[in-house]
């Protein structure tokens, strides 16, 4: 056929097994790229295992130093610490100076005790080798030092002192509760209480006023010790100054018509915890007897021309050494009127938050005439 020669040059198979005796080349092949990249990887991961141990080796070099200055740094301040909150007391004790000169501690005498007389003795002076005689020294004296008292103020021969508080309190009537702490007047009056029918309101209330004052501050200086006052009996004065508001007449009465007031002045004990100016009428009324009952001190007769009335309240300084309760820091007074007078209106006077005149406690003749 025309196509047999086509085939010439393929190898002739012996029927169906002939495909097993074909040779086949049993050398193996190598790829020289693969060893190449292993090679190259190899050297990569040894590469990174080295850069891997000097970045831990570095990162354990700067953890451990920071952790050396972290504890040097904490250690100074520790010390920084101690030093401002305990500077005081770690320090040795120092007096601390003063630009007043200081006295020298006491010291052993080296001489003799001058009480004692020693007993006499024979010395023969003998002349030095150089021809000067001198004499023995003289251990300079050792004289006690003087015991110096704190200094005190000079003494003035009068003090005058201005209320702390006041008030008037309403004891009955629509104002009982009613707080009067901050007025410019203060009050007094006789009420008709006593007129007044059961059940009903009372017309005209009783009122009384509180006035305090503080001997610890006054218009300059403190009021001196009770040691420091005259011996003289009755040489000390005390005056309560205040200012009296002068009636105008009405329609009914003229001011030469309107009768003067009896108005009485007592001594309360000293009440610290009791706030004056914020009292009401009801809360003094139900306080007890013995913080609203004291003692009588003085009485005055005003007139309602009158403007400033002084009166002498020394006996409220001079109590019996029955009274207890009463002492010199605070003073503690109570106007009212004379429970016998008839009911009648009110009588007012300028409180401390007044511009016309504050009330005044004045202590004068303080200064002993013996001296």
């Known amino acids: ?13 012996d029927g169906p097994d002939g495909f097993e005796d074909i040779p086949v080349s049993t050398q193996k092949i190598k790829f020289e790229g693969f060893k190449k990249a292993a090679s190259k990887s190899e050297r990569r991961r040894e590469r990174r295992r080295r850069r891997n141990e000097r970045t831990g080796k570095i990162a354990a ?9 972290a504890i040097i740094l904490s250690a100074v301040f520790v010390k920084e610490t101690e030093h401002v909150l305990y500077g005081d007391s770690l320090q040795s004790l120092t007096e601390t100076p003063t630009m007043s ?3 020298a501690k006491p010291t052993m005498p080296t001489s003799p005790s001058p009480t004692v007389a020693p007993k006499p003795t024979l010395s023969m002076l003998t002349l030095s080798p150089t021809g000067h005689r001198t004499a023995a020294p003289i251990a300079a004296p050792t004289d006690a030092p003087t015991k110096t008292h704190a200094p005190t103020s000079i003494m003035k021969d009068s003090y005058v002192f201005e209320p702390v508080a006041d008030t008037y309190l309403d004891l009955n009537g629509p104002h009982k509760t009613k707080i009067h702490g901050r007025e410019e007047t203060l009050s007094v009056q006789r009420g008709n209480k006593e007129s ?5 309101e009372v017309t005209l209330p009783t009122i009384v006023s509180l006035i ?9 200086t403190a009021l001196p010790k009770r040691s420091r006052w005259p011996e003289t009996e009755n040489q000390v004065q005390v005056t309560l100054r ?9 329609n009914e009465l003229s001011v030469e018509d309107i009768l003067p007031v009896n ?7 000293n009440n610290h915890d009791m706030a004056i100016e914020r009292l009401t009428g009801e809360g003094f009324h139900n306080a007890p007897k013995s913080v609203t009952e004291g003692i009588l001190i003085a009485q005055h007769l ?9 009166i002498d309240v020394t006996s409220a300084l001079f109590l019996s050494q029955d009274a207890i309760g009463y002492g010199d820091e605070q003073i503690l007074f109570l106007l009212k009127v004379y429970w016998e007078e008839t009911a009648t209106s009110r009588d007012l006077f300028q409180s401390r938050e007044s511009d016309e005149g504050s009330p005044q406690l004045i202590f004068s003749n303080m200064i002993s005439k013996d001296i």
Do not use: W
């Open 61 to 69: 070099c700067v953890i451990l130093l920071c952790i050396i200055i």
């Open 1 to 13: 056929m025309a196509y047999d020669s086509n085939f010439e040059d393929e190898i002739a198979l």
């Open 263 to 269: 108005v009485e002045v007592y001594r309360l004990p």
């Open 101 to 103: 000169p200081t006295v």
């Open 212 to 220: 305090e004052f503080d001997t610890t501050k006054g218009l300059g």
């Open 302 to 310: 005003v007139q309602a021309t009158d403007s400033i009335l002084n």
């Open 242 to 250: 205040i200012h009296h508001v002068p009636k105008d007449g009405s």
């Open 196 to 200: 007044t029918l059961p059940g009903q």
